[in-house]
């Protein structure tokens, strides 16, 4: 507990430190004016589309769970996914599988899904459908970061360094979901670690989850749509910042700062605080925008994500003082 508590002291005073550079090198009144110069449609815009992706990232799982043979409203899904995010959303990398804990938690105590199975949508639903956009917004807006500055900065490198494992590593999963290798020699290396029950548990919830993403099942093609459309939604809603904060681009150029948005979310910070402060002021100076709209778009983007996860905790805190009377008695 006392590593965890001294880990966000020193995540949050590192942020401190970045925002600190950020700010020392704009204009804090001219930022200041060009935020509040983003209009009441500007703001109806942002918030729909927030709006929007939380559906159809909650859509996309009842999919999943019908799939695995659980047909639970989309109402009750969205506040459970709201709840994941908000959780996502304030923790960094040391909590990682925090959100997802929760979810699958929740599906098993209030929809009584068996924990396998829960287990199972939430990682199709999260680390890998998500991850898989995640992933390809952040490979193809940095190509066409590249293409039209024509420039590969160190600090790029760098970071592109680190991000070559998890691409690598979701390639590999669908190399072999869609080719259908076996992985016996897993299996026997796993029980070497583990004893074999957990092994096998390991090994049928892999097998539940290729099983989803075998090329035959529709449901598996509709969440696929589904988080591409999700992913095309969270770029539109970068433009319309953009836009609305008095600067013209266009769709390519939203796909890369959207890139760079979720490079932020990969540094161990919560809620990307100073690196995504840093990262889009680097990229629209970049791109040939100012580092004033650069954060001005960053306060926006903050405002409508902070919303959504404050929903998303009062959700998890409601869930969680019910259960607390229910374990007690009362």
Known sequence: MKKRILFFFITFLIAAI????????IDIRETWKTFLSFSKEGIFLVFILTILAVFLG????KIILKDIGYNIPLKNLISSWASGFGIAYFTSLSAMWGDEVFKTYKLKNKFSV??????????IEDPILDGSIFYLTLIIGVIFFILK???IPLELRFVLLILLFPTIGLILFYLIVFKNYKLNILDKLLKRFVNSEIADNIASIREEIFNFFRPSNKRMWQTVILSFLKGVVNII??????FFLGAKVNFITAVSISA??????????????????????FAFSRLGLTSRIA??????LRIA??????????????FSTKWLKEKMGL
């Open 18 to 25: 970045i925002l600190y550079f950020v700010f020392k090198k």
């Open 58 to 61: 909650a859509w996309r799982w």
């Open 114 to 123: 068996s924990l396998k199975k829960a287990a199972v949508s939430v990682f």
């Open 149 to 151: 500055t024509m420039t």
């Open 237 to 242: 809603r970068s433009w319309v910042i953009i």
């Open 260 to 281: 760079f948005t979720n490079i932020a979310y990969t540094f161990p910070l919560p809620a990307a605080l100073g690196s995504l402060e840093a990262l889009q002021a």
């Open 295 to 300: 954060v001005a778009f960053v306060l926006v």
């Open 305 to 318: 994500d902070i919303s959504l996860a404050l929903i998303g905790i009062f959700l998890v805190l409601k």
